[in-house]
Every structure is written in C-alpha cells, then in structure tokens.
C-alpha cells in the first residue's frame, strides 16, 4: 500500500510540473503570437518558437510576380546568424548543372552556380532581393573532385543548391562534409520535391560525385540520393536536372500575416519596406 500511495503521490507531482509548464509554454506562445514577427521566429529549427508549431514554416514570397511558397529551415544556417529558406517546390524547368568537360562536377562558376546567382535572382521581387544575405558556402575543391578527396572550400554565394551533407543523407566517401546536416532533413521529413503540378521529379544537388570528374549527386524522383556523369550516354546529351534553389536572409526580417494567397487562410509575407 505504500508503495502504491508514493506511486501516486509522484504521478500527482509530474502532473502539477506539466501542468505548470503547460501554463509557461501558453504564456510564451500568447507573448509570441501577439509581438512583431521576424523570419527567425518561424524557422523550422526554433525549438523555442511557439508560432512555427501553430503557423507553420512557410514564408511567400514574390516570384515572377506570383507568390511562391518557401520553406524556413535553419534560424542560424552555417552558424553565420542568417535564416535559410529552401523553395518548397521544384522550378518549372530542368536545367543542366555544368557542361561535360574534365571538372565539370566542380560547383564554384558551374553553370548551375552561374544561372542561380544571376538569371533566378532576377526573378525575384524587389522587396525579397533586398533582404537576401551573402553566404559562406562550403563546397567540395577543385582538388578533390576525382580524386575522392575530403577537402573543401568557401565561396560567397546568395543562391545555391543543398549539399548531399545537409540533406542528411548519411556520410559517403565519395561526398566531402559540406556544411551541416539540417534538422528538417534529420526528421521524417521526405527528400521528395515536386512541381506545383504535384510531379515528383529529381533534382541537383551541389556535391560532386568524387570518384569522378563529371558526375553529382542528386535526389532521385522516389526520395533517395543517388548519382549521374553530367554527359548521359544514352542520348549522347548533357544531363537535365530540376533545380530547388535556397538562400539565406538576415533574421530581423520582418514578417506580417497576409490573406488572398491561400484561400481562407492568412500566410506569412515579408513585410513590406515602407512600413
């Protein structure tokens, strides 16, 4: 009988410590949910955030005039303070990652790197452009590629691809350590990416294959990482691949909540700079 009245008597007590908290986390989430928002209080990584597990991780912003959903995953991407967005879908055209010519798996100027950091930024809207911050971003070397090396570099970059590390796909000798795994991707969250039609279709990432010298890695239209030489010898033609482009913007960027873009439900918008 004692033992059974201690049993309660604990259970009652881990009841009143949850309970208390319970209280704390409400207090917390109605002071969150009720102050000016910034994009770091919606990243997917917040463990602190109370309005991500309410509201979401998604961010709109203006894409070739229209709104298009971003995902915000990382509150202190690389440890640089910055808040990392990833496109939640697919760009509507494949494209190439480089030419196939010796180093061609190389990321620094390939024509992936060239086309994300010119031509997609441009289709960005003015508000969004100005917001996004220059990255640090690890890559795999030169001397590395086909040669399976280890060894990388950093080159500022404020667009670019995911790394084979940062999607959490698992160490690999033939992948050097770019960046840090992502929460998102450690979780049960799929590497599967579709259009906005709803096509699951693979897509680049930025790691070279390095036990070659023209071949990357990539996420395979079924959700698994797997590999392709950018020459494809069944058409005599270089590889296409879709494109999920990511950026990072300053963690004081201010959000509000907007209504139009998704039918009965208000989402998240950068807050527009003359307010």
Same mark, same amino acid.
């Given at each position: 009988?004692?033992?059974?009245?201690?049993?309660?008597?604990?259970?009652?007590?881990?009841?009143?410590?949850?309970?208390?908290?319970?209280?704390?986390?409400?207090?917390?989430?109605?002071?969150?949910?009720?102050?000016?928002?910034?994009?770091?209080?919606?990243?997917?990584?917040?463990? /602190? #955030?109370?309005?991500?597990?309410? @509201? %979401?991780?998604?961010?709109? +912003?203006?894409?070739?005039?229209?709104? =298009? &959903?971003?995902?915000? /995953? #990382?509150?202190?991407?690389?440890? @640089? %303070?910055?808040?990392?967005? +990833?496109?939640?879908?697919?760009?509507? =055209? &494949?494209?190439?990652?480089?030419?196939?010519?010796?180093?061609?798996?190389?990321?620094?100027?390939?024509?992936?790197?060239?086309?994300?950091?010119?031509?997609?930024?441009?289709?960005?809207?003015?508000?969004?452009?100005?917001?996004?911050?220059?990255?640090?971003?690890?890559?795999?070397?030169?001397?590395?590629?086909?040669?399976?090396?280890?060894?990388?570099?950093?080159?500022?970059?404020?667009?670019?691809?995911?790394?084979?590390?940062?999607?959490?796909?698992?160490?690999?000798?033939?992948?050097?350590?770019?960046?840090?795994?992502?929460?998102?991707?450690?979780?049960?969250?799929?590497?599967?990416?579709?259009?906005?039609?709803?096509?699951?279709?693979?897509?680049?990432?930025?790691?070279?294959?390095?036990?070659?010298?023209?071949?990357?890695?990539?996420?395979?239209?079924?959700?698994?990482?797997?590999?392709?030489?950018?020459?494809?010898?069944?058409?005599?033609?270089?590889?296409?691949?879709?494109?999920?482009?990511?950026?990072?913007?300053?963690?004081?960027?201010?959000?509000?909540?907007?209504?139009?873009?998704?039918?009965?439900?208000?989402?998240?918008?950068?807050?527009?700079?003359?307010?």
């Amino acid at each position: 009988m004692k033992k059974i009245k201690r049993l309660k008597a604990t259970i009652i007590n881990l009841l009143k410590v949850l309970g208390g908290l319970l209280v704390v986390w409400g207090i917390w989430g109605v002071i969150q949910l009720n102050k000016p928002l910034t994009i770091k209080d919606i990243a997917y990584d917040n463990l /602190l #955030s109370v309005v991500n597990k309410f @509201e %979401g991780y998604t961010v709109y +912003l203006k894409e070739n005039g229209e709104y =298009e &959903p971003y995902l915000v /995953l #990382s509150k202190n991407y690389n440890g @640089e %303070g910055d808040v990392l967005l +990833l496109r939640k879908y697919l760009l509507d =055209e &494949p494209r190439i990652y480089n030419t196939d010519e010796a180093y061609g798996a190389y990321y620094e100027n390939s024509k992936i790197d060239q086309y994300l950091n010119h031509r997609f930024l441009k289709t960005l809207g003015e508000n969004i452009q100005s917001k996004i911050v220059t990255s640090n971003l690890e890559i795999t070397a030169e001397s590395s590629v086909g040669s399976v090396g280890q060894e990388t570099i950093t080159i500022p970059r404020k667009a670019f691809l995911l790394s084979h590390t940062e999607m959490a796909a698992g160490k690999s000798r033939i992948a050097a350590k770019e960046g840090k795994r992502l929460l998102y991707f450690v979780g049960f969250h799929s590497y599967i990416a579709t259009t906005k039609a709803g096509e699951a279709e693979p897509y680049w990432l930025r790691t070279p294959y390095t036990e070659h010298d023209t071949t990357v890695w990539f996420i395979k239209r079924e959700g698994f990482t797997s590999y392709i030489p950018l020459g494809d010898m069944l058409t005599n033609d270089v590889a296409v691949m879709n494109v999920r482009p990511a950026f990072c913007v300053a963690k004081d960027t201010k959000l509000e909540r907007k209504e139009g873009i998704i039918k009965g439900k208000k989402v998240f918008v950068l807050q527009e700079t003359s307010k």
